[in-house]
């Protein structure tokens, strides 16, 4: 079994900074692309930040400037460093991997638990 698991979410004032972390383990054989994904209560989950295997990164025009992806490829880890933090950032944040648990197989979508990012004063 493969599991991803999120720290670093909390309570923030609005111009505060947190960072997330997303810890994959279990039955791996590689791993490809991963992401931090978001869900505001009442609307749907969107995509914040994306980066490949090779550390090419993407990100939501509303995040750009203030956010950074970053992975660890030994500790199968990814990250979400989030600066100038502002309400309407408050959200439940997933993270999401594609990964292989064999050589045979292919990438398959793997996500977190999520966990709960507030920024209000």
């Known amino acids: 079994q493969v599991q991803l698991v999120e720290s670093g979410g909390g309570l923030v004032q609005p111009g505060g900074s947190l960072r997330l972390s997303c810890a994959a383990s279990g039955r791996i054989f590689s791993i490809g692309d991963m992401a931090w994904y978001r869900q505001a209560s009442g609307k749907q989950r969107e995509l914040v930040a994306h980066?490949?295997?090779?550390?090419?990164?993407d990100y939501a025009d509303s995040v750009k400037g203030r956010f950074t992806i970053s992975r660890d490829n030994a500790k199968k880890t990814v990250y979400l460093q989030m600066n100038s933090l502002r309400p309407e950032d408050t959200a439940v944040y997933y993270c999401?991997?594609?990964?292989?648990?064999?050589?045979?197989?292919?990438?398959?979508?793997?996500w977190g638990q999520g966990t709960q990012v507030t920024v209000s004063s």
């Open positions: 980066i490949t295997r090779g550390e090419i990164t």
């Open positions: 999401n991997s594609k990964i292989r648990t064999t050589w045979t197989e292919r990438l398959s979508d793997y």
